[in-house]
């Protein structure tokens, strides 16, 4: 099992970046418009593809007001479904660190490392998001390559 | 052992790519300014932080024209003295892709969280510089968190 990790720091308050977190408005501002809810505690992300839309069901196991969130795939790429995403939210130095990992990866796949990547430019946006908001959410989202 | 995995995709060709990996000029204009040779086959890359510089010794173990580039780091920060860093290309669709591994890591403290989106965004410092001829190397490189 292989896990993606990674580590932001945003000047906005935990209480925001739980917002950000939490909310179907908070979701479409840094990571896809395409974000709703599906019922049950899960939340549909998609994406327009040249061959079509695709994307991620994502049901929330666990939230705790300013500290942690915590999904699991439920539906989406093969490789995704059963992995877990979280974040944790602390306070250092006047930013609000979250650390992020997306864990359970069976094998580190060439998709896995696209994802890492994309991951990475995708918390870029949530920072923006709660320090000037404006993120850059899909379909404007920062290309990265080929793979978009 | 765990590792860091990434993959972008620049539109410049594998040779450009290999030349931003292999000449201090290229390393220079992506990772940091601070780049310099240090003989025997290794490049040593500093920073300048707050308390003072810091940086990195990589001993060029492996070159493949084009293809790959294998370092081990041989200096620096005690998590980071021992791993290896790879950057293997190929071309797809018009795009030469990196696959990055920052691999050999003893253990996921919040410091290879940090590495991790670190990378990222200096491999999209990689990809700009190939593609426009400016990166943002260090000490302009693209702020993530408190930990710079």
């Known amino acids: 099992m ?31 418009e395409k974000t709703t809810e599906a019922g049950d505690d899960v939340i549909r992300f998609r994406f327009d593809r040249p061959q079509g839309e695709d994307g991620f069901d994502m049901s929330v196991l666990e939230t705790v007001p300013g500290k942690l969130v915590h999904w699991e795939v439920v539906a989406g790429p093969e490789e995704w479904v059963g992995t877990h995403v979280r974040f944790e939210l602390k306070q250092e130095d006047g930013y609000t660190v979250v650390l992020f990992r997306h864990e359970g990866w069976r094998e580190p796949v060439e998709f896995m490392y696209h994802c890492s990547t994309k991951w990475a430019t995708f918390l870029m946006s949530l920072k923006e998001l709660t320090e000037t908001g404006a993120g850059r959410p899909a379909p404007d989202d920062v290309r990265i390559s080929n793979w978009h």
Do not use: K, N
């Open 2 to 32: 292989v896990d993606i990790l990674h580590r932001v720091g945003t000047t906005a308050s935990p209480e925001a970046v739980y917002t950000a977190l939490t909310t179907i408005d908070g979701l479409a501002g840094w990571w896809t």
